[in-house]
């Protein structure tokens, strides 16, 4: 029987399959949502796409049947040999390994991939999912964009604006890498078994220059300084990180005064143009990274 014709719990009752709650698997199981992922995901004909986790392959099935060419990475063995008994060979590749320790370049070419613009889509388990989207956004790989189902809360606070509860160094980070879309709120009855919270699709498109001029490594950890006492003010939270740049408080002050900036502002209300344009400063004054 085609794969689109059986549900994850046919499939699950076939093959007595286990589920390893380790891997935190919740399998699609609604049919409409696999259309709109792709969708989402903007696949078309003649993409090649990368999908990590791809479970008992529903969604991969569905990618394939819109032209794309998909390269399929499983860490569960009893699933890869689910997925290669009932996947199209033609358009599928499916690789066994754990996507984090996997070089994913060798993994495409290995698929027949010859550096195409690519892009990742993904149903992740909740425990890794910041880590797997920081890999495809660090990569040196083409993305053009990276489509995830991650945790609600999880892609609220990828997308979230400055002044915002949802605000942190997780957005800052994603936003300096790519400009996040939420497509879609997805509530758990979707799945096989049911997860404990809802989940969403969140694309993200991938930037081809950075949106601010600062050095990265550094404009990183004012990010990660500014951050690391959330309730202090910003100014008292960088305290370290301009003692290791050989820097003190009164020319952080002057910089916030230049750049017009409110001497008690805290990290949360500061944007990503705003914490480039600190580090730039700091940088002008010869801080030592």
């Keep these: ?4 014709a059986w549900t994850p719990q046919q499939l699950v009752r076939e093959y007595r399959f286990r589920f390893k709650k380790r891997f935190g698997q919740n399998f699609i199981s609604d049919k409409n949502l ?8 903007g696949v078309t004909s003649g993409d090649w796409v990368l999908e990590i986790g791809p479970g008992l392959g529903t969604l991969t099935q569905a990618l394939a049947q819109s032209g794309a060419q998909v390269t399929a990475v499983e860490l569960d063995r009893d699933l890869v040999q689910i997925l290669r008994q009932h996947l199209e060979p033609a358009a599928i590749s499916v690789v066994e390994g754990d996507a984090l320790e996997l070089d994913w370049a060798q993994v495409l070419q290995g698929s027949g991939w010859q550096g195409h613009p690519l892009k990742m889509v993904a149903n992740l388990p909740y425990y890794i999912t910041t880590p797997l989207v920081m890999k495809a956004l660090e990569s040196a790989l083409p993305f053009q964009t990276v489509t995830v189902m991650v945790q609600h809360e999880v892609a609220l606070r990828m997308q979230a604006a400055p002044g915002t509860s949802d605000y942190g160094i997780l ?24 997860p404990d919270v809802d989940s ?3 694309r993200l498109d991938v930037r081809q220059q ?15 300084g500014g951050f690391s ?23 952080l002050d002057a910089v916030l005064a ?13 944007s990503l143009q705003q914490f480039g344009a600190i580090t730039e400063a700091l940088l002008a004054l010869g801080a030592q990274p």
Aim: charged letters at 20%.
């Design 229 to 251: 006492q959330r309730r202090k003010k910003f100014r008292n939270a960088l305290k370290h990180v301009l003692q290791d740049w050989n820097l003190d408080m009164a020319q």
């Design 171 to 194: 957005s800052l980070v994603v936003q300096y890498y790519s400009q996040p879309h939420l497509c879609r709120v997805v509530n758990a009855g979707s799945f096989y078994p049911k």
């Design 1 to 4: 029987m085609a794969l689109e």
């Design 258 to 270: 230049d750049l017009n900036l409110d001497p008690n502002v805290r990290a949360e209300a500061l």
């Design 34 to 41: 696999l259309q709109s992922i792709v969708q989402d995901a």
């Design 200 to 202: 969403a699709v969140i």
């Design 210 to 224: 950075p949106p601010v001029g600062a050095p990265k490594a550094a404009l990183f950890t004012v990010i990660k």
